[in-house]
């Protein structure tokens, strides 16, 4: 079985941060093989990829969130990290974590106010 945790979503003015957690209950798979990975998405819009962390350490942002956003992980604690500094009104969204393109979190939903 595996189920994803979010928290740290929240509400927060345009400039602000904030850092958003994932925790893997993870009984069936081993985290630490599987890449990790950030969506997010906004009213009417389709999901999309934020940010990407392999398991061999490769990353990848959206050009959208380049120099501010920072993915990180925990093997030891199975959990995922977004941090997300900077923000601005058009990075609202629910935020969803992804481990090995197969399994999904709840999602927490981020608003940026202008």
């Known amino acids: 079985q595996v189920q994803l945790v979010e928290s740290g979503g929240g509400l927060v003015q345009a400039g602000g941060s904030l850092n958003l957690s994932c925790v893997c209950e993870?009984?069936?798979?081993?985290?630490r093989d599987w890449g990790v990975e950030w969506f997010r998405q906004a009213p009417g819009e389709k999901r999309k990829?934020?940010?990407?962390?392999?398991?061999?350490?490769?990353?990848k942002y959206a050009d959208s969130v380049k120099g501010r956003f920072t993915i990180s992980r925990d093997n030891n604690k199975d959990t995922v990290f977004l941090q997300m500094n900077a923000l601005k009104p058009e990075d609202t969204a629910v935020y969803y974590c992804?481990?090995?393109?197969?399994?999904w979190g709840q999602g927490t939903q981020v608003t940026v106010s202008s």
């Open positions: 992804n481990v090995g393109a197969q399994f």
């Open positions: 993870c009984s069936d798979i081993t985290f």
């Open positions: 990829s934020v940010a990407r962390l392999g398991a061999l350490g490769t990353l």
